[in-house]
């Protein structure tokens, strides 16, 4: 231990910004390693806070975590961000700005015996008046139990909690832990901050990284935000120089291909069908064309992507064009008989379709307020006059009669009320003035015309039948 920095013995090694400091107390592992062995996004950490990169919107003399720096204040909190952009550095870091004891554990490789060992360590080091930033990697990887025993821990003062995580706390952490936390977003590594990391890797190596501009930009690209993978590929292309400049080509052939970070079952999934949803919504068939893509090229099932397609052309499109559900049908069933590759062109199809097509959610919102109503108004009975008399009790008792036959009607309309005697007409679907809904609108307001007129002239709709068959 030195300058009141430790770690206890299962401590992650962290990110591509974590690792140890100068008063840190290296692992035997560690010590054991030359300088020149060590990967070099171990080589590269940062040393201060200053130097940590892209993250000026936490760590700003006016971000949060620089204010907390600058009081000597740090509370609890969750950092919560993509792969390699600093989350257990700057934890370190911010242990060792404020002169706490750092305790760190991995929740892949930790169970209820570290935690108690870590909670009794930080026990004893707040006898000695001393404070412990107990720093959790992957925090969201811990059961319900296990992150309520934090609770008492984090309310008591025993430790400032610090976890790291790449999912949404929203639906990762308990609500219960998650009330005692603030939550930080880390922004994934921008061009700029990934353009700085590649120059202190040339520092560090004492040499140009053989690329050409457009190789170097392609490189940056392929790490996707992700510090920690870009300098796991200058590793790769340092292990063995090349003679001269590597162009596009040669780089990609070199690095081969990354697939992008995508969790199916997890907050990148929902994040990219959330944005072509949207997309769609927005009549941008570009911006559509690109997340359907992301997704197929991440190894999304194309059925999964099908499917919200489906839903959309009701929910969205519905009425104002009708033939929408019946083009992603019909595309769902064109990729389940060409399959991948070939059948990913209809999904694409019903994608530019569903984009261009007019919009309307009239049908979506008539749903849920004829649900709100069937709830409110329970069980109550249809007219009579609109039920069937299949016996003679029923006859007796008024079934079916006064029913009047909508095609013995002019423009084979009656005009009649359908709704329960004791309920007040209703209007759930209101169309819209967009494609095919124009004419519904038009035709639903000649209706509603000759109803209003007829219920007028008439001693009421459910009177005897205006013409002597009865039909059903």
Do not use: C
């Not at 770690?7 to 400091?21: A, E, H, I």
């Not at 760590?59 to 600093?86: K, N, Y």
């Not at 550095?89 to 570290?114: E, K």
């Amino acid at each position: 231990m030195k300058n009141g920095v430790r770690r206890v013995s299962n401590v992650s090694t962290g990110d591509l910004f974590g690792g140890d400091l100068p008063n840190d107390q290296p692992s035997q592992f560690d010590a054991a390693r030359p300088d020149h062995q060590k990967p070099l996004a171990d080589r590269l950490r940062p040393r201060s806070l200053k130097d940590v990169l892209g993250q000026d919107h936490l760590l700003a003399a006016d971000g949060p975590l620089g204010q907390m720096v600058e009081t000597g204040a740090i509370v609890s909190h969750i950092l919560w961000g993509p792969p390699g952009t600093g989350k257990t550095t700057i934890a370190r870091l911010l242990a060792t700005t404020g002169g706490h004891v750092f305790l760190s554990l991995s929740a892949i490789f930790s169970g209820v015996a570290d935690l108690k060992k870590a909670f009794a360590q930080a026990r004893d080091y707040a006898r000695q008046g001393r404070s412990t930033l107990l720093f959790v990697d992957e925090i969201h990887r811990f059961n319900r139990a296990q992150q309520d025993g934090f609770l008492p821990f984090v309310e008591d003062g025993t430790i400032i909690l610090v976890g790291a995580t790449t999912e949404n706390p929203s639906f990762e952490l308990n609500a219960a832990l998650l009330s005692r936390l603030h939550v930080f977003v880390l922004n994934r590594l921008d061009d700029h901050a990934l353009n700085g990391l590649l120059a202190r890797a040339e520092e560090a190596l004492e040499t140009s990284l053989p690329l050409t501009g457009d190789a170097r930009q392609m490189m940056i690209d392929l790490a996707d935000g992700d510090g920690r993978y870009l300098l796991n590929m200058v590793e790769t292309l340092m292990a063995a120089p090349p003679r001269q400049a590597l162009d596009v080509e040669a780089l990609r052939e070199r690095l081969k291909k990354r697939m992008p970070v995508y969790d199916k079952d997890r907050d990148g999934h929902y994040n990219l069908i959330s944005a072509l949803h949207k997309s769609l919504r927005g009549s941008d068939v570009d911006a559509a064309l690109y997340y359907a893509a992301r997704m197929l090229e991440a190894g999304e099932d194309p059925l999964y992507i099908l499917r919200r397609l489906v839903r959309f052309a009701s929910e969205d499109v519905g009425l104002a064009d009708p033939q929408a559900l019946a083009h992603t049908i019909a595309a769902r069933e064109a990729y389940q008989l060409l399959g991948t590759p070939e059948g990913e062109l209809a999904l694409m199809q019903a994608v530019i379709y569903l984009a261009t097509a007019p919009k309307s959610n009239a049908a979506y919102r008539a749903e849920k307020a004829a649900r709100k109503s069937a709830r409110e108004t329970g069980s109550m009975m249809p007219p009579k006059h609109i039920l069937n008399k299949p016996t003679e009790l029923m006859k007796s008792l008024g079934y079916g009669e006064g029913y009047q036959y909508d095609h013995d009607r002019e423009v084979a309309f009656s005009g009649q009320d359908y709704f329960p005697e004791a309920m007040p007409r209703a209007h759930f679907y209101q169309p819209t003035d967009r494609g095919n809904e124009q004419s519904l609108k038009a035709r639903l307001a000649r209706w509603e015309a000759l109803r209003t007129e007829r219920a007028n002239n008439a001693p009421g709709p459910r009177n005897e039948p205006m013409f002597s068959r009865e039909k059903e």
